[in-house]
């Protein structure tokens, strides 16, 4: 007898997930693949571990410390602030609150791939607008009828940042839907759109401690906005889940943003790497879009992508590589310390020596 096909399968959300870049379990990688910053997080962070109260004891559903932390930090009320597990959960979360139109989510084909899945999970209608050649976005291409705007600045995985001006003229374009700016990478060379929250009520501009702050491990995100906005991602996130923050991140967090000179120092740090990582990519002949990011996202003239990933794979040096359209002859390089990046280098020269004299 045929088996019966069973009903509650019907009845399952089906889902094609985000892939996150490879967490290897052999330290002695040098991992290159998922933007995290080489230097340990400030040691503020480490005494505020040691001082915190007991963990029997649920936490503050506002994380009312690190709200206020990042408010005075951002020179804002702390109503104009929300936070979240890591900038995915307020992503996410902004996803569900904001974008519930029947018009379609606008965002670039090249760009931070969860954006098409939360659409997907959340049945958001959207509609992808192409990077020009040199992978710009096209300001004028977001000026037709939307049910929301999201791009990332810097842009990733290009790391190409659009000036502030174009941000507000997208917003000024879009006073009907609502603009999220995810600036994950803003730190590292990117002008925040920050400044145009006094001008906008519909503009959401989302960071990270993932990045330039070291604590990619605790997951904590924000994103700031006019009160209206972040009274709705709080209205959603009570409906959710109470007690998104633990108490490890809400004090660590806070213990974070008041350390100041060592999230300066770090980030000066990793701009000079990159900076010079880039002169000695375009001797080894790589060309890349002028990052202002964490990472380059590079091509090379002659050896396609996917053969040094593989290759630098095998010498315990992880990159990420995207097999998709566009940017499957691309890679996405992490700006480590200069040590690494001196060894990735190395691999490299040697590599691409050996390519040539075999071709
Ligand atoms: N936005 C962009 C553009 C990213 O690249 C990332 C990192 N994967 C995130 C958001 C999410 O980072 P996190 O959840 O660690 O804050």
Redo the contacts with the bound molecule.
């Keep these: 007898m045929k088996k019966k096909e069973k009903v509650w399968k019907n009845n399952i959300r089906k889902v094609v997930p985000y892939v996150?870049g490879e967490q290897p379990k052999d330290a002695s990688v040098i991992k290159l693949n998922?933007?995290e910053n080489p230097y340990p997080p400030s040691p503020a962070v480490q005494k505020a571990l040691e001082e915190m109260r007991e963990l029997r004891l649920y936490p503050d559903p506002a994380a009312s410390a690190l709200v206020e932390a990042i408010a005075e930090y951002k020179g804002i009320p702390k109503e104009q602030v929300f936070v979240g597990v890591?900038?995915?959960?307020v992503?996410a979360m902004s996803f569900l609150t904001f974008f519930n139109s029947d018009k379609p989510l606008l965002f670039p084909d090249v760009t931070?791939s969860?954006y098409d899945v939360w659409a997907d999970l959340f049945r958001i209608p959207y509609k992808t607008k192409a990077l020009d050649e040199t992978f710009c976005i096209k300001k004028e291409d977001y000026y037709e009828e939307n049910g929301g705007i999201i791009f990332?600045n810097p842009n990733?995985p290009t790391g190409l940042a659009l000036p502030l001006s174009e941000i507000r003229e997208i917003v000024l374009h879009n006073q009907e839907s609502i603009v999220i700016v995810?600036e994950?990478?803003v730190d590292f060379g990117g002008e925040s759109a920050q400044s145009l929250l006094g001008e906008f009520e519909n503009l959401l501009v989302?960071q990270?401690?993932?990045k330039s702050r070291s604590m990619?491990g605790l997951?904590?995100?924000y994103a700031m906005g006019s009160p209206a906005l972040i009274k709705a991602l709080n209205d959603v996130k009570y409906s959710f889940n109470s007690y998104t923050m633990n108490e490890p991140s809400i004090v660590m967090g806070a213990a974070s943003i008041k350390d100041e000179a060592y999230f300066r120092k770090t980030v000066a740090r990793i701009v000079s790497t990159r900076e010079w990582f880039k002169g000695e990519m375009r001797t080894l002949g790589f060309s890349f879009p002028d990052s202002a990011s964490n990472f380059l996202f590079v091509t090379h003239e002659k050896v396609p992508a996917k053969e040094i990933f593989e290759a630098a794979r095998k010498e315990g040096i992880y990159v990420r590589y995207f097999n998709k359209k566009r940017i499957d002859n691309y890679l996405r390089i992490t700006i480590g310390t200069d040590e690494e990046m001196r060894t990735f280098l190395t691999f490299l020269e040697k590599y691409l020596q050996n390519y040539h004299s075999n071709s």
């Design positions: 996150p998922t933007n890591g900038s995915d959960d992503l931070y969860f990332p990733a995810d994950a990478y989302v990270t401690f993932s990619a997951r904590i995100g």
